[in-house]
C-alpha cells in the first residue's frame, strides 16, 4: 500500500465538513484515501473531538446491530457490550439491537446516557452459514421496521469482538467498509473473491478485500446493502450454489460495484495474533478468541 499523494489528499471526496481537516499525508506508511477518494481512516489524520462536535451538532444517532446465537450468546455477548460501552461511538446517541434466540440469556448491561437496547428474538438456524447469511434479511427488515425511524446511522456487527479503544463518529458516513486484518497489505491476487462464475458473488478482481465482521453507513444505504446481498443469496440457493465465504464474498461484491465512501482500517477490526502490525498504532476493536470447533452448529 503506497501513501496518499497531495493531489489526491486535496480532490477527496467530502463526506462531511469535518473531512476537510483530515490529514491524508500524516500516514506514508498506509494508504490512506482510495481511487475513487473516499479516505481510509488511519489514528493520526483526525481529531476526535471535531468529529464528535459535528455530529452531535448534526444529530447523529447509530444503531448498532449484533447476532448472538446460540453458543455465542454465553461466549461474547456480554464482553462485546461492556467494552461497547466503554469505546462505541460514545459522543452521539446509540441503540443495540440484540438479534438472539434466547432472549432471556441477554445479559443485564449498566447502559450509558443516551444510549438503549433492544433484544429482538430470531429463528436459529442449524447451519451457522445460514445464521451468517440469513443476517442480511433480519437487518434489512429492522431497518425498514424500526431502526430508519430512529437512527441516522446503522453499523453491523460479529458478537466474537471486543472494542479495546475508540470507535467512534470519525467512522460514520453513507456507505462504510472495513479493509480486512489479513489482506490489507497482500497483492490482489491473493483476495479470496468468490471465484465461481455461477455465483451471484462471483468476482474477477477486486479493489480492496473487505471483512463482513464490520460494515455500515447511513440507514437507506445499509438497507440497500442487506436487501442486495439477501436477494443475492437466493438466486444463488435457488441455483444451488453458495458464495465461497458466505455474506462476506457477497458483502465484497456489492462494494466492488457500490464502491464505500469511507473505508475503516485494520485497527478497526485487528487480529493481535498478526505478527506484521507495525502499522497498527492502537487497536480500536479485537478479535476475540475464535472456537468454532465447539461453537459452531455445523
Known sequence: MGRCSLESAEMLNLENSVDGTLDLLSRPDVLTCTPWKAPIMWEGMFDPDRYDQVHKKQGSSVALTVFAIGRYLDAYLETFLNSSEHHFMLGVPVTYYVFTDMPEKVPN???GAERSLEIIKVERHSRWQDISMMRMKTISDFIDSDIRHRCTHVFCFDVDQVFTGRFGTEALGDLVGLLHAYYFRAPRKFFTYDGNPKSKAYMETGDFYYHAAIFGGSWKSVK??????????????KNNVEALWHDESHLNKYFWVHKPSRILSPEYCWDPDIRYGRDIRISRLIWAPKHYDTLRTN
Not at 440497500?224 to 440457493?237: F, G, P, Q, R, V
Request: charged share 35%; aromatic share 6%.
Open 109 to 111: 448491561i449498566k447502559l
Open 224 to 237: 440497500a446493502l442487506t436487501e442486495t446481498c439477501y436477494k443475492n443469496i437466493l438466486e444463488d440457493k
